[in-house]
């Protein structure tokens, strides 16, 4: 039955008349797709039209209402979509699609991730390896963490389950409308169900399901605004 949770159409809920419908079905579990935004980014960008994007740079494309400071810094491929805002400071490291309406803020950096749209990385966050759903909020200096200290692959662990993916590098997968406190640390290969809040402070090591508070202490209880 877990396996079954953590499946990439499951686990983000996407339906046929999302965008990302396609890319995201073509992968039985979500960290698969990692390895595959590039091509994916780079694919879209070039069906992309010059009425709406403007292309600068390498494999760059930025939506006309997009809001883009001076002071941010973007390597390709990457897209920034409609009513975007790349605060000054932000660094996008490549492989980066940020989403409608997500906001990328000071000394914020992006590498190899998905920000599906209205996501918010505003202050001090590292994203790396990772996706995060619509909705997503990361806390300020709240980071996922895409590299174990071993540097062995990475294991996902869900309940007492464990998932072997044989990935180096893999961060976090955060479903729609969670929320991250500040200073929070989603450690290699953790997944965070759909409108679950993990405290402040709060080093995460395994993986919580939809709708759950995870404690500092480590403790999961039920988010019972949803029940």
């Not at 409308?177 to 409108?195: H, I, K, T, Y």
């Not at 709060?202 to 709708?211: A, D, E, M």
Request: charged residues 20%; glycine residues 10%.
């Amino acid at each position: 039955m877990f396996l079954e949770e953590l499946k990439t159409i499951n686990f983000f809920n996407i339906d046929e008349d999302d965008p990302f419908y396609e890319f995201f079905s073509d992968a039985e579990f979500p960290w698969q797709l990692l390895g595959r935004i590039s091509q994916f980014i780079k694919a879209v960008g070039a069906a992309l039209t010059p009425e709406n994007f403007r292309k600068i740079g390498d494999d760059i494309w930025i939506e006309n209402t997009a809001v883009v400071s001076e002071f941010s810094s973007i390597k390709g491929p990457a897209i920034i979509d409609a009513g975007a805002e790349l605060r000054p400071g932000c660094f996008i490291r490549g492989n980066v699609f940020v989403g409608r309406g997500t906001v990328v803020g000071n000394s914020t950096e992006i590498k190899n991730a998905l920000l599906l749209g209205h996501v918010d990385v505003p202050h001090y966050n590292y994203i790396g390896d990772s996706i995060l759903a619509y909705g997503a909020h990361m806390g300020a200096g709240s980071i996922t963490s895409n590299l174990r200290a071993d540097k062995q692959n990475i294991v996902v662990r869900y309940g007492e389950n464990e998932i072997h993916t044989g990935l180096r590098k893999f961060g976090a997968m955060v479903a729609q409308s969670v929320e991250v406190g500040c200073n929070a640390v989603l450690n290699p290969g953790v997944m965070v169900g759909e409108r679950s809040i993990v405290y402040p402070l709060t080093s995460v090591r395994v993986s919580i399901p939809p709708h759950y508070i995870y404690k500092q202490t480590g403790e999961m209880v039920r988010n019972r605004n949803f029940e």
